[in-house]
């Protein structure tokens, strides 16, 4: 039968393995883009080490999932100015994190007490999740477990041999890696060294399918002098039915730019992709514009993703989009999340 929950030998190694990191303290000589990979011993598939913590505010280590994970991660490094924070959150990859007390869910402190182990003060407490795009941060499986915990073992390996000579991870020539490759000797796993070419993973196409007759109705509309604002962002909260892993709905919201009143707010679903849930919003931004009765002068939009996806709708219908600013929407937008948060 299939694996269903970690051992509890499985979670202790886990633990050990985290310990041994909080006690090396890597973050104090290495930055998150010192990067380099672990080869899980069961199944070959490739993972990417970054170390957290150098402005002393998240102490982890970020274990990302092959070369897609990796390409995500430098797309994230090289565009976080214009990118959604929450993006970060898509970036496939498992984490050991070190928390205060209050972040942990239960079912972390029933496993650190059913193993018998006490931790302290800030930034002790070792919590371990998985994040996948669209979905909330989840609970590890199995294999998981034990692929982390090689991870974070080799490590606390390459940091101290990082501290003493800087060119073992950062390597000379672009797209290469250090790896650290496990093989079987005597029934055991023995790590060595290798340097591995990773090629750039594109990210997934967003396809955009605006319906023939809807445009034809939005051209008979008449014009307007009136702006608009919209952006499409992360809704906070966890959504999900009980036994399922949780996600993250995605908000597209509408104002008007002057009064700030809320033209069209729609829910997306992310579980069939993040690329299938962008390409939405062009025909849902149609459809509000069908309703208002009116295309718009101008269109602001909160970041450049949400240009890409809005521009050739406003091409092909006569209005202008743009990148923000967005004052209207961002008070609109922070009123609906304190509501949520019951915030008053």
Known sequence: MPETTPSLDDWRRLYQAAGRLKETAPWQWMEEVDIFGVQDPETGELGFVSIMGLLGEHYALALYRGAEGLSRFWDYQEAASTMPPEELLNIPNMQASFEDRGELFDRDRAQIKELGLKYRGRNAWPMFRDYSPGYCPWYLEPAQVRFLTHATEQAVEVALRFKQDRIVVNLPDEDTYLVRVPRQEAGALVWEDQVMAIPYVEPEGIRIVIDRGALEAARRLPRSGLKLEADLFMFPGCIGERGERPYYAYNLLVVESQRGLIIGTELLDP????????????????????????LPARVAVANELLFHLLQPLGAELGFQVGVGPVPALDEAKESMIGRLLGRR
Not at 271 to 294: F, H, N, T, V
């Open 271 to 294: 579980r069939p992709g993040l690329a299938a849930m962008r390409g939405l919003a062009a025909p849902k931004l149609l459809a509000l514009l069908i309703a208002l009765g009116r």
